[in-house]
């Protein structure tokens, strides 16, 4: 089992930033990838960013064209924690925001409790 922990949600206004981070109790070198989703009221989960193809040193990342130039998706692996800075926010960015990661041997998959970002003025 593989437990999530997010956190750096919040409200913030049109045009401000927040950093939103998910720890992993598993090294993130044993994962295949690790990504960020979110999912507005009303609306189905979509991917954000992800990593994929995880290496030691590297990967291959991804983003939604809506957050593209806008966000940024990064981790550490010394805390296996990853990361995902979102600046310019705007409001079609609010949704409850959820990592998910891939294991790399057993191909299972987990997800994180969410956290809320809103942007409002």
């Known amino acids: 089992q593989v437990h999530l922990v997010e956190s750096g949600g919040g409200l913030v206004q049109p045009g401000g930033s927040l950093r939103l981070s998910c720890a992993a109790s598993i090294s993130i070198n044993r994962l295949y990838g690790m990504g960020w989703y979110r999912q507005a009221p009303g609306k189905e989960r979509e991917l954000v960013a992800a990593?994929?193809?995880?290496?030691?040193?590297?990967?291959?990342?991804n983003y939604a064209d809506s957050v593209k130039g806008r966000f940024t998706i990064s981790r550490d692996n010394t805390k296996n924690t990853l990361y995902l800075q979102m600046n310019s926010l705007k409001p079609e960015d609010t949704a409850v925001y959820y990592c998910?990661?891939?294991?790399?041997?057993?191909?299972?998959?987990?997800w994180g409790q969410g956290t809320q970002v809103t942007v409002s003025s």
């Open positions: 998910n990661v891939v294991v790399r041997t057993s191909s299972y998959e987990y």
């Open positions: 990593i994929t193809s995880i290496t030691s040193v590297g990967g291959s990342t």
